[in-house]
């Protein structure tokens, strides 16, 4: 009896130790020090003289997507976190993509759960630009299909997604209040529903744009005339959308795109050309 007690207590011991391991393990964008005024993420390698926007991270945050290159003339590069550095960016291409030529390929979003890759992009023929998605299949990007039922004659962007599926993007398709709306597609059923302009509480008649969806949707951050705003979900119902205060984000020159909270809920990212790294709590995420 006392040897099974022993045993118990080892095998007890050794998942603990496992767990406390895997706890303490620190994702590529960590810091030791808190970061509580914007800095530049990895300078020079992420970050560089030419213009970096829109950005996702694998969930493990070992790998990340960006779209570097100015307006027309934009691409996606990926960079790898591999012996504790980032690696230098490189072109990205999906391994099967020969039945389909983009004229580019820019705003990248990797689902929570990793298992999709969304983007947007020009296609031979094409109207406007398109919400596309890419398969993740034994680790390797599968080849992109478009999304028909989200796309307009006209342009949609910057998706983002949540647990659920259910996808955010901005369009200036007709109807829309201002020069761009945010709009979401419910995920019902394994497929994609009629999109629907979000309420009076997010859109007016200024320029919402770059929205980034929590993966519980409980909260909506989106830049409205390059300053970020937030809104919070309620049972459905989204609250008037707050100006995100502070001199850190929203109280210097230039405009902010593509905000992003880190899988790990510990980071806010955005980009102004390049891409910037802050602690949660600086934007009051931690109080909500």
């Given at each position: 009896m006392?040897?099974n007690l ?5 095998i007890?011991?050794?998942?603990l130790?496992?767990?406390?391991k895997?706890t ?5 964008y ?14 020079g ?10 950005f ?11 779209q ?14 591999v012996d ?26 990797i689902?929570?759960?990793g298992?999709k890759?969304?983007f947007?992009?020009?296609g ?14 034994d680790g ?5 299909t ?24 901005q369009?200036?398709?007709?109807g ?6 945010l ?6 059923d ?13 859109n007016?008649s ?19 005339d ?5 809104s919070?979900?309620?049972?459905g119902k ?12 929203n109280g ?24 910037h ?12």
């Open positions: 006392r040897f022993v045993i118990i207590l080892i007890c011991s050794i998942l130790t496992s767990c406390s895997q303490s393990i620190k994702l590529p960590f810091s030791d020090e808190p970061i509580t005024t914007p800095i530049t993420f990895e300078e390698v992420i970050s560089t003289d030419d213009t970096e926007w829109a996702t991270f694998t969930p493990d945050g070992s790998k990340i997507y960006i570097r290159g100015t307006a027309g003339l934009a691409t996606l590069y990926k960079s790898e976190y504790g550095k980032w690696t230098e960016p490189v072109l990205f291409t999906f391994p099967t993509q020969e039945n389909i030529h983009f004229i580019r390929l820019v705003e990248p979003f689902s929570p759960d298992s890759f969304f947007v992009s020009e031979d023929g094409m109207e406007g630009t398109d919400l596309w998605v890419s398969e993740n299949i390797t990007w599968g080849e992109p478009i999304l028909e039922i989200l796309n307009s004659p006209r342009n949609e962007y910057f998706p983002s997604v949540s647990n659920n599926g259910n996808l955010y993007f369009s200036n398709r007709q829309t209040s201002g020069s761009y709306d709009f979401v597609s419910k995920f019902i394994g497929e994609y529903t009629q999109p629907v302009q979000l309420g009076e509480e997010i007016t200024g320029v919402e744009q770059s929205p980034f969806i929590t993966p519980d949707e409980s909260y909506l951050i989106f830049s409205r390059g300053a970020f705003y937030i919070y979900n309620t049972e989204w609250s008037e959308a707050e100006l995100l205060t502070g001199e850190p984000l210097l020159f230039g405009s902010r795109y593509s905000p992003y909270v880190s899988p790990d809920q510990k980071y806010f990212f955005y980009a102004d050309g390049d891409i790294q802050v602690d949660v709590s600086v934007i009051g995420l931690n109080n909500k």
